[in-house]
């Protein structure tokens, strides 16, 4: 199973690489509208895999947020914060995820393995449906997929400290975030 997951991702990928789909980072995008913040510069996730999110993360998201207004908005932050925790994976993660983000956008194998159109028009109940078959598939590579998706979804939305009270978590302890490298920010 290991090694046929591997073929089918090499595979799609080689095929949506060869077909033209965007494989560049989708680079700068303004922030929310009025915000005030400025533009942030996606470094992994492309315009396709920016439209996936869009359909994905509110999914995922949505029961946390009490303020249904305010899903947009968090819907952005979470997808700028997937990319900056992307970016600091290793190469071979890195690899891996855009293996399953190709998948996932590249049409045949939307259509195959997601069973969704396309993510422009999917709703919040075609992304549920698509995120609840993949976590009780028997194909494990799909089960995989759901794992990753949805972790790298959650870290990224309750990491950002703005959503720590949807947890009920007081953010981590002050001597961590000045001692541990990984809490410090201004190496990006």
Do not use: H
């Amino acid at each position: 199973a290991g090694l046929g997951g591997t073929l089918l991702l090499g595979t799609v990928s080689l095929g949506a690489g060869l077909s033209g789909c965007d494989s560049q980072p989708a680079g700068s995008r303004p922030a929310q509208t009025g915000s005030g913040e400025p533009a942030y510069r996606f470094g992994f996730l492309t315009d396709d895999d920016i439209v996936m999110l869009q359909a994905l993360v509110p999914a995922i998201i949505a029961p946390a947020i009490l303020q249904k207004d305010r899903l947009p908005a968090v819907t952005a932050e979470t997808i700028r914060g997937i990319d900056t925790g992307i970016l600091r994976f290793s190469n071979a993660t890195r690899k891996e995820i855009r293996q399953l983000f190709d998948l996932l956008t590249f049409g045949p194998s939307r259509l195959a393995v997601a069973r969704i159109w396309s993510w422009d028009d999917a709703s919040q109940a075609d992304a549920a449906a698509f995120l609840e078959r993949w976590r009780t598939s028997n194909i494990g590579l799909f089960n995989k997929g759901y794992i990753a998706i949805t972790k790298i979804t959650n870290v990224a939305f309750y990491g950002d400290p703005a959503n720590f009270a949807v947890s009920r978590y007081a953010g981590p302890p002050a001597w961590a975030t000045e001692a541990l490298p990984q809490f410090q920010t201004d190496s990006l």
